[in-house]
C-alpha cells in the first residue's frame, strides 16, 4: 500500500520553494549591518514578514527590531500568500549585490523602481526557499 503524501503546511505553516537545506544562519540585522560581506552566499535569515505584493505574492519585505530587507523569490518560481503579513519568515537565498538590487517585480501593482532608492528596504535578498509560520 502507498502511503499517501505528507502535507507540506498545516493551517499555522506554510513552505514554498526549494526545502531549506543552508546551515549559515545569520541575523537579519547583521546583513544589513554589512551586505557586502554576505553577497552571493547562500545563507539563511529571518524576520517578521511587514509587506506583501499585492498583486502576485512575487516579493516581501521582512523586518525585525532595526532592520529590514527585501525579499523576491528566484526567478519568480514561486510566491507567497498576499496575507502572509505579521508571520514569521525564514528565508534561504542570497543577498544580492547593490548593483543588483534595482530588478523588482514588474507585474501591475507591484512596486516599481528600486526598493533601497525609496527607503524601504535596507538589503535586497533572493529567496529560494521560504518558510511562513
Known sequence: MVEPPKPIATA???AMGK???ASKKVALAELVRSPSSYANQTLVTEGTVKRVCQSMGCWMEIADEKSQAHVKFASHSFFVPKDSHGKKARIEGKVLPSEAAGDTCKAEGCRKGN??????AQVEFEATGVELR
Request: glycine residues 8%; proline residues 8%.
Open 115 to 120: 526598493p533601497l532608492d525609496e527607503g524601504l
Open 19 to 21: 526545502a531549506i537545506s
Open 12 to 14: 499555522k505553516e506554510a
